[in-house]
C-alpha cells in the first residue's frame, strides 16, 4: 500500500498475564514423530503481532465483527484486502496500518533488544567482551573453485578470534536499543515455567507408543513456557498508520496456546524508532548488525567476510484465493513451508568493496519482511 503523508505513529505494549508459549517447528507431534519436550520461542512472530493489530481494528477501531457483506468494503479499508507472504515483491495493503517495527523487550519505557552475537558474556553481563577476529590468517568461509577436474573444496586456515572460548555455551545478552549501556542477562527478564503431562486415555491407559513401548515414563512429556521477571517487563514495537486510530486497553491472546496478553497503545514518534536503526550501507561500515529476524538468501555470505550468526524457523499463514470452473471464488488459508532465518543479534562483516555493499543491501532490503518488522538492521562500529 503507499503510504500517504499523514503518518501517525504509535506505540503498542504487551503485558503478559501470565506464562505465555509462542510455537515453532518443534511440537509433540503424533505416531513416530513424537517428541517429549518443546520449549516457547521467547519473542511473538511480527506477522502474529500484525494479525493481533488488524483483529483490533475491527473488533473495537470500527466495530466490525461480525463480517457481513454490508460492511466488506469498510472492513476491506481497515485491514485491507490482502495477507503478508514473504515472496512478494512490493509492500502489501494492510488497510489502516503501513509498517511496524521490530518486537522488543521493555522494561518501564526502556526497548531492549538481542545482543549482537559477537559479544562473549561472562559471570556479570556488564562485563561482556567484544569478540574480534582477524582475517588475515585466511578467508572465513570454505568455497568450490573450478579446476580441470571439476569442482574442487578448497579449505583455507580459519580466521584468528580474540576473546572467544570454543567450550563456553552462550548466554542470550540483551543491549537497550540505543546500544549504550550496559548489557543485561535475557534471564533478567525471562524465566522458564515447566509443565509436566501426560498421554493417558480417560480410562487411565497409557497406549501404546512404537515399538510397543508403554513404559511410564515414555508417556510423560514436559512443555516449556516463559514467564517476565518482574511486571514491569513486557513487549512493545511501533507501527504506524494512514488513519488516526483510538484502541483502548484490551486483552488479546497470542500464539498457539491463546497466551492472554493487555494491549496499551499510545501515540509516538517514529524517530523513537528509527533513529537507531540505519539503511544506508557505505564503503567505512565494519558490521551489520540484525535488529530482527532476517530471511536472505544464503548468498549474503558471498559478500561477507566473516558472520557471528544463528539460524532459526519461520513460517507464516498466508490467504489463497481459489477460483472453480464456475468462475465462483473461495478464500482459504495455508501454511508456507518452513523457511529458515538469521535470528536477531546476527552480526554480519561485509567486504570492503562497493559492489559487494550494493548487493548485500539488495539482499536485506525486502520491502514485504520491512513492512512487517522483518530484515531490519543497523551499522555499528
Given at each position: 500500500?503507499?503510504?500517504?503523508?499523514?503518518?501517525?505513529?504509535?506505540?503498542?505494549?504487551?503485558?503478559?498475564?501470565?506464562?505465555?508459549?509462542?510455537?515453532?517447528?518443534?511440537?509433540?507431534?503424533?505416531?513416530?514423530?513424537?517428541?517429549?519436550?518443546?520449549?516457547?520461542?521467547?519473542?511473538?512472530?511480527?506477522?502474529?503481532?500484525?494479525?493481533?493489530?488488524?483483529?483490533?481494528?475491527?473488533?473495537?477501531?470500527?466495530?466490525?465483527?461480525?463480517?457481513?457483506?454490508?460492511?466488506s468494503k469498510q472492513v476491506a479499508e481497515t485491514i485491507g484486502t490482502e495477507g503478508f507472504h514473504h515472496e512478494r515483491m512490493g509492500t502489501a495493503?494492510?488497510?489502516?496500518?503501513?509498517?511496524?517495527?521490530?518486537?522488543?523487550?521493555?522494561?518501564?519505557?526502556?526497548?531492549?533488544?538481542?545482543?549482537?552475537?559477537?559479544?562473549?558474556?561472562?559471570?556479570?553481563?556488564?562485563?561482556?567482551?567484544?569478540i574480534s577476529y582477524s582475517s588475515g590468517a585466511g578467508q572465513a568461509f570454505l568455497f568450490s573453485e573450478q579446476s580441470n577436474d571439476g569442482f574442487?573444496?578448497?579449505?583455507?586456515?580459519?580466521?584468528?578470534?580474540?576473546?572467544?572460548?570454543?567450550?563456553?555455551?552462550?548466554?542470550?545478552?540483551?543491549?537497550?536499543?540505543?546500544?549504550?549501556?550496559?548489557?543485561?542477562?535475557?534471564?533478567?527478564?525471562?524465566?522458564?515455567?515447566?509443565?509436566?503431562?501426560?498421554?493417558?486415555?480417560?480410562?487411565?491407559?497409557?497406549?501404546?507408543?512404537?515399538?510397543?513401548?508403554?513404559?511410564?515414563?515414555?508417556?510423560?512429556?514436559?512443555?516449556?513456557?516463559?514467564?517476565?521477571?518482574?511486571?514491569?517487563?513486557?513487549?512493545?514495537?511501533?507501527?504506524?498508520?494512514?488513519?488516526?486510530?483510538?484502541?483502548?486497553?484490551?486483552?488479546?491472546?497470542?500464539?498457539?496456546?491463546?497466551?492472554?496478553?493487555?494491549?496499551?497503545?499510545?501515540?509516538?514518534?517514529?524517530?523513537?524508532?528509527?533513529?537507531?536503526?540505519?539503511?544506508?550501507?557505505?564503503?567505512?561500515?565494519?558490521?551489520?548488525?540484525?535488529?530482527?529476524?532476517?530471511?536472505?538468501?544464503?548468498?549474503?555470505?558471498?559478500?561477507?567476510?566473516?558472520?557471528?550468526?544463528?539460524?532459526?524457523?519461520?513460517?507464516?499463514?498466508?490467504?489463497?484465493?481459489?477460483?472453480?470452473?464456475?468462475?465462483?471464488?473461495?478464500?482459504?488459508?495455508?501454511?508456507?513451508?518452513?523457511?529458515?532465518?538469521?535470528?536477531?543479534?546476527?552480526?554480519?562483516?561485509p567486504k570492503s568493496e562497493k559492489e559487494n555493499l550494493i548487493q548485500l543491501k539488495e539482499l536485506l532490503d525486502q520491502p514485504a519482511l520491512q513492512?512487517?518488522?522483518?530484515?531490519?538492521?543497523?551499522?555499528?562500529?
Amino acid at each position: 500500500m503507499k503510504m500517504t503523508d499523514a503518518s501517525h505513529t504509535y506505540f503498542a505494549r504487551l503485558i503478559p498475564q501470565g506464562k505465555f508459549f509462542f510455537g515453532n517447528e518443534r511440537t509433540f507431534g503424533q505416531g513416530s514423530n513424537v517428541n517429549y519436550l518443546i520449549r516457547s520461542n521467547p519473542f511473538p512472530q511480527q506477522t502474529t503481532l500484525l494479525g493481533m493489530l488488524r483483529y483490533e481494528l475491527l473488533r473495537q477501531g470500527n466495530k466490525l465483527l461480525p463480517i457481513t457483506a454490508e460492511n466488506s468494503k469498510q472492513v476491506a479499508e481497515t485491514i485491507g484486502t490482502e495477507g503478508f507472504h514473504h515472496e512478494r515483491m512490493g509492500t502489501a495493503d494492510f488497510g489502516y496500518i503501513t509498517e511496524l517495527s521490530p518486537v522488543f523487550f521493555i522494561e518501564n519505557s526502556k526497548a531492549f533488544r538481542a545482543a549482537p552475537l559477537d559479544l562473549a558474556s561472562k559471570d556479570k553481563p556488564n562485563e561482556a567482551v567484544q569478540i574480534s577476529y582477524s582475517s588475515g590468517a585466511g578467508q572465513a568461509f570454505l568455497f568450490s573453485e573450478q579446476s580441470n577436474d571439476g569442482f574442487v573444496l578448497k579449505i583455507l586456515p580459519p580466521p584468528q578470534l580474540a576473546n572467544f572460548d570454543y567450550k563456553s555455551k552462550a548466554t542470550p545478552l540483551l543491549v537497550p536499543l540505543n546500544g549504550a549501556g550496559s548489557c543485561r542477562f535475557q534471564s533478567e527478564f525471562l524465566i522458564s515455567d515447566a509443565r509436566t503431562g501426560n498421554q493417558k486415555t480417560l480410562r487411565g491407559e497409557i497406549p501404546k507408543l512404537p515399538g510397543g513401548n508403554t513404559t511410564k515414563n515414555r508417556a510423560l512429556f514436559r512443555q516449556y513456557f516463559y514467564q517476565f521477571v518482574q511486571p514491569n517487563q513486557g513487549f512493545g514495537f511501533w507501527f504506524r498508520t494512514h488513519q488516526k486510530i483510538n484502541l483502548a486497553p484490551a486483552i488479546v491472546t497470542l500464539g498457539a496456546e491463546r497466551s492472554a496478553f493487555r494491549l496499551e497503545i499510545k501515540t509516538a514518534d517514529w524517530t523513537d524508532y528509527s533513529q537507531y536503526r540505519q539503511l544506508d550501507l557505505s564503503e567505512s561500515i565494519q558490521k551489520i548488525v540484525l535488529l530482527s529476524d532476517t530471511f536472505v538468501s544464503e548468498k549474503i555470505y558471498d559478500h561477507c567476510t566473516y558472520a557471528f550468526a544463528e539460524t532459526g524457523d519461520f513460517r507464516h499463514m498466508s490467504q489463497a484465493i481459489h477460483t472453480d470452473s464456475h468462475r465462483y471464488k473461495t478464500a482459504f488459508q495455508r501454511k508456507s513451508h518452513r523457511l529458515s532465518v538469521l535470528v536477531r543479534g546476527s552480526v554480519l562483516y561485509p567486504k570492503s568493496e562497493k559492489e559487494n555493499l550494493i548487493q548485500l543491501k539488495e539482499l536485506l532490503d525486502q520491502p514485504a519482511l520491512q513492512q512487517i518488522g522483518m530484515n531490519h538492521y543497523r551499522i555499528e562500529p
